[in-house]
């Protein structure tokens, strides 16, 4: 009976020990997977659709050691700045000089303005208007309804390639709320497109304290050079850039499977003790 006892005891403890601990709460941010990037939007990524079965595999995979899964959507009015339909003479991809005053509202030939900031613009073909298809998600995305939606470029006199904030950092969007509610300490990356909002995303990530990872297959660009110029700006910021085949050992450096009972700040002793009894008191014959 002692023996049996015993047994069961190390039993439960080994079951017990091997319970994940993460050492840092992570959330995955799947960044503009929208109708509009992908080959038959209005503004198509090369190969964007190639980053969702990837994404869907990270997500599979990795799915109890997520927190927080987050989707932003790039949401724009009919009438957007970033639009070169918008600016006279102008056509998709060219850039121009936007001014804003101290307030962040934009300075134009019809306004008296004392000009604060100056922004350059890349224009873009209309895309993502909101309310549409094109803004859509991507059909066959995983999506769950604990995720969370995060809408940029919502503010029709400025864009925002990033998830956290404004190009001109005038206002910001829940994310970093969000991230902070859920006590994140772990960001990784994906989505379209590489050299625009998900390099801004992980640059402000990393600006506002968190650990950062893209995952460059998961992920494609707009342009080739861009994107170099981009993956050269984030390394050299400390942005870890990986491929998903890398991701087992991440998550295995960034969670831990030591003993759970070592842990402070939670009466484990009692905890333990009330499993084995109930274990004891099940399978353990009298």
Wanted: aromatic share 10%; with cysteine.
């Amino acid at each position: 009976m002692k023996e049996q006892g015993n047994k069961g005891y190390l039993t439960l403890y080994q079951i017990i020990a091997s319970f994940p601990v993460s050492s840092g709460r992570i959330a995955l941010l799947v960044i503009d997977v929208q109708n509009c990037f992908l080959p038959t939007g209005t503004l198509p990524v090369t190969d964007g659709d190639q980053v969702i079965p990837i994404i869907n595999d990270i997500r599979r995979e990795y799915r109890d050691l997520f927190s927080l899964v987050v989707f932003s959507q790039d949401w724009h009015c009919v009438d957007h700045v970033s639009f070169a339909s918008q600016h006279n003479g102008m056509k998709a991809f060219d850039t121009t000089l936007l001014q804003y005053d101290e307030q962040g509202n934009l300075c134009n030939s019809s306004s008296q303005c004392d000009v604060k900031y100056n922004i350059t613009q890349a224009l873009w073909p209309d895309h993502c208007v909101k309310n549409t298809t094109d803004a859509e998600f991507a059909v066959n995305i995983t999506k769950e309804n604990s995720d969370i939606i995060v809408r940029k470029g919502y503010h029709c006199e400025i864009d925002s390639y990033s998830a956290f904030f404004d190009n001109g950092g005038f206002s910001q969007t829940e994310l970093g709320a969000k991230l902070k509610e859920e006590k994140i300490e772990t960001v990784i990356i994906t989505g379209l497109a590489l050299d625009y909002c998900v390099y801004y995303t992980a640059k402000d990530a990393k600006k506002l304290g968190y650990n950062v990872y893209v995952v460059q297959d998961a992920t494609r660009g707009v342009s080739y050079a861009t994107s170099v110029d981009a993956i050269t700006d984030m390394d050299s910021r400390g942005i870890h850039m990986v491929q998903s085949s890398q991701l087992k050992a991440i998550m295995d450096g960034l969670t831990s499977s030591g003993n759970i009972l070592q842990i402070s700040g939670f009466s484990w002793n009692k905890i333990v003790f009330v499993f084995i009894g109930i274990y004891l008191y099940l399978l353990v014959p009298l």
